[in-house]
Each structure stands twice: as C-alpha cells, then as structure tokens.
Nanobody
C-alpha cells in the first residue's frame, strides 16, 4: 500500500529556515485535501494547516512564518517554516486524502512524521 513520506526535518538553529516535503512512496492517482500537523514533546497533536487545490488554511500558528504549498502533478505538499523558534520543535506529520487509482475510493493517510528540532 502506498504511504505518505515526510522528509526534510533535522536540527536547525533559531532564526533559520526549513522546508519539509510530503510525497507518496509510490504511484498515486491524485490527492485531495492535505495537511500538516505537529506534536511537540508533552503536548497534543495540533493542526499546522491544510490545503486544497484552491485554498490554504492555517491552524494556530504564525502565518508570517508558516507556508504550505502543493504540487498536484507530483502529488506532493510542502511546509516552509521561516525564523524558526525553539517552540517549533516537534514531530511534523503529513495527512490527507489519497486516490490510489481513478476507480478507487479515497482513503485517509498519515505519514510517519519527521522530527524538527530547533536549538542552538
């Protein structure tokens, strides 16, 4: 079964920037609404934002630092974070609706997550 794979996490200094990607591990016919979530140590999972083909909405995050984009041809979404702060440290997860083939019903898929650590 095709999965969603997050990449791009790592250790970053405060004030730096980071770009995360979420791509299918194999062939997918299409993606629908897709989103990013994050879970900081000791806290509940929270919505970063989600994107459709026409709009993007954000959760309780600073919109001046978080940007979600998507490439429908590549069935990939991205999360760009600027001016990283220690409180951004979390596991970042990708989630969304996937059509494996044109004839398939959509299924909701979660990635395994990628660790982002902001520290000097």
């Amino acid at each position: 079964q095709v999965q969603l794979v997050e990449s791009g996490g790592g250790l970053v200094q405060p004030g730096g920037s980071l770009s995360l990607s979420c791509a299918p591990s194999g062939y997918i016919w299409s993606i629908g609404q897709m989103g990013w979530y994050r879970q900081a140590p000791g806290k509940e999972r929270a919505l970063v934002g989600f994107t459709t083909r026409t709009e993007t909405n954000y959760g309780d995050v600073p919109k001046d630092r978080f940007t979600i984009t998507r490439d429908n041809a590549e069935k990939t979404i991205y999360l760009h974070i600027n001016n990283l702060k220690p409180e951004d440290t979390a596991i970042y997860y990708c989630n969304g609706m996937v059509w494996d083939t044109e004839m398939s019903s959509a299924r909701n898929v979660w990635g395994q997550g990628t660790q982002v650590t902001v520290s000097s």
